[in-house]
């Protein structure tokens, strides 16, 4: 899996960093791409990456700032304009189908593909047998979520040499003994794949936060995963602020990361005061507390391991 960055930028584009939006590509689970959030312009960045719009599969969206959805409505169009058939589904809290349906129907437009609309809570969104996502409340100035993605553990891969030890010849079978499934070979034996498979293959797992203060729910998201991508709109020395505006600060982040026991942490949704030449000193302040963190630019591409 990889995480792309289209919008790093809280609030307002600068002229370095558009508004919120990330994509998770699922190279190595399926052919498929999930978006979070789409903030005004998310479109015209995807025109210089490499993401391909009709692979889009779901989009979630953390809450209904304008920052984090004023670029929803064109960017479904587009992707019907292209003559997309394939279906979409698309989360995010109470009100997130009244604002697309709104947009839809004032502006005229209507869509090629399926589009089915899931309003949110707190809990288990689904579980598809690859990939289970959960919701958890955050603390922000409107209803906000963050969402953790777990990736199911995978068999082991064959052992061949002990295949070759019991003399188990290669065949047909083979594709159920990898899954673990019991067979009867030519020669009337029974095998069974378990006895065959190495160790298993850890999933994946990404916490991928809104806007929010810090709150206790944000450990449960993160325990543990290996990848965390949090905001830190404003610096350690403007807790205050950023707290009363419902934000989280660079320290605070990195401190959730540490106690979470995340992996790696990617910090995100910047506020607009801060140019290039800040960055430097807001990514200090991360790793002062968590060595471990990226400060995530626009097109900055992660693999998570």
Known sequence: MELKFLGTSAGVPTKERNVTSLVLDLRGIRNALWMFDCGEGTQHQILNSS????????????????????????????????????????????????????????????????????????????????????????????????????????????????????????????????????????????VCGKDYLGAPISGKSLAIFGDTTPTPEALKLAANVDVMVHEITLEDALAEKANNNGHSTTKQAATLARDAKAKHFIATHISGRYGIEDCSRLLAECREIFPNTDLAEDFAIFIVQ
């Not at 979630?60 to 003559?83: A, K, N, V």
């Not at 129907?105 to 309003?119: A, K, M, N, R």
């Not at 598809?128 to 209803?143: C, M």
Request: proline letters at 6%; charged letters at 20%; aromatic letters at 8%.
């Open 51 to 190: 993401i391909k719009i009709p692979k889009l599969e779901k989009i979630f969206i953390t809450h209904l700032h304008g920052d984090h959805i004023f670029g929803l409505p064109g960017l479904l169009c587009s992707r019907s304009m292209g003559g997309s058939t394939d279906p979409v589904t698309l989360y995010g809290p109470k009100g997130i189908q009244q604002f697309v349906e709104t947009a839809l129907q004032l502006s005229g437009s209507f869509l090629t593909y399926p589009l089915d609309i899931v309003e949110v809570q707190s809990g288990l969104l689904f579980d598809d047998g690859e990939l289970k996502v959960t919701a958890y409340a955050l603390n922000h100035r409107v209803e906000c979520y963050g969402y953790r993605i777990e990736e199911h553990d995978k068999p082991g891969g064959l052992d061949t040499q002990k295949l070759n030890q019991d003399n188990i010849p290669r065949g047909p079978w083979m594709q159920a003994l990898k899954q673990g499934g019991t067979v009867t070979l030519e020669d009337g034996r029974t």
